[in-house]
T-cell receptor
Framework: AQSVTQPDIHITVSEGASLELRCNYSYGATPYLFWYVQSPGQGLQLLLKYFSGDTLVQGIKGFEAEFKRSQSSFNLRKPSVHWSDAAEYFCAVGWASSGTYKYIFGTGTRLKVLA | DTGVSQDPRHKITKRGQNVTFRCDPISEHNRLYWYRQTLGQGPEFLTYFQNEAQLEKSRLLSDRFSAERPKGSFSTLEIQRTEQGDSAMYLC???????????FGPGTRLTVT
């Protein structure tokens, strides 16, 4: 069965420091991979996506993610965190099945940024 | 492209009452999803529409829940005889045919007292 694991429930970094949020997935083939960000009381905003091709993908707000098939990972990175990046981040896996698109989400990582 | 909208943003209801939520997807998006999100969790799939057809329902969706998308545009999610365990954020997302990503609305926060 497909699954998504985000091992870190909370992460705290200082403003200006680099960030890496981990995501591991379980799926038989190459899935579609996504990172979303959610601010308190809001919906999810798509940061970036991977479908195929270059394994390093760039997203909005200065984020990037790298797909590593051998490790079944899709970790999110940012070289220098801003205070406004404090939010919850969700990794998601999608796949096509019988003409539909299906998705499952990790449990999220809450990012706190210290001034 | 005005994004996915949901109404209301917040709903407080008493146990046993019925509630209905509305989702307006991005125009021309033929795929529409409903999710439920509780504190500290990611979104959990509830149901999926392709145009007006409801193609899939989660086992999480009890008989008290029903969803419609009558003309393939907006969708409604109704919960009958609400229970305290229904308290959650209900999220709607839409996607265009042939594109894999989905876009979320701001959600409806339901509190059942």
């Amino acid at each position: 069965a497909q699954s998504v694991t985000q091992p870190d429930i909370h992460i705290t970094v200082s403003e200006g420091a680099s960030l890496e949020l981990r995501c591991n997935y379980s799926y038989g083939a190459t899935p579609y991979l996504f990172w979303y960000v959610q601010s308190p009381g809001q919906g999810l905003q798509l940061l970036l996506k991977y479908f195929s091709g270059d394994t390093l993908v760039q997203g909005i707000k200065g984020f990037e993610a790298e797909f590593k098939r051998s490790q079944s990972s899709f970790n999110l990175r940012k070289p220098s965190v801003h205070w406004s990046d404090a939010a919850e981040y969700f990794c998601a896996v999608g796949w096509a099945s019988s003409g539909t698109y299906k998705y499952i989400f990790g449990t999220g990582t809450r990012l706190k940024v210290l001034a | 492209d005005t994004g996915v909208s949901q109404d209301p943003r917040h709903k407080i209801t008493k146990r046993g009452q019925n509630v209905t939520f509305r989702c307006d997807p991005i125009s021309e998006h033929n795929r529409l999803y409903w999710y439920r999100q509780t504190l500290g969790q990611g979104p959990e799939f509830l149901t999926y529409f392709q145009n007006e057809a409801q193609l899939e329902k989660s086992r999480l969706l009890s008989d008290r829940f029903s969803a419609e998308r009558p003309k393939g545009s907006f969708s409604t999610l109704e919960i009958q005889r609400t229970e305290q365990g229904d308290s959650a954020m209900y999220l709607c997302a839409s996607g265009a045919g042939g594109r894999y990503e989905q876009y979320f609305g701001p959600g409806t926060r339901l509190t059942v007292t």
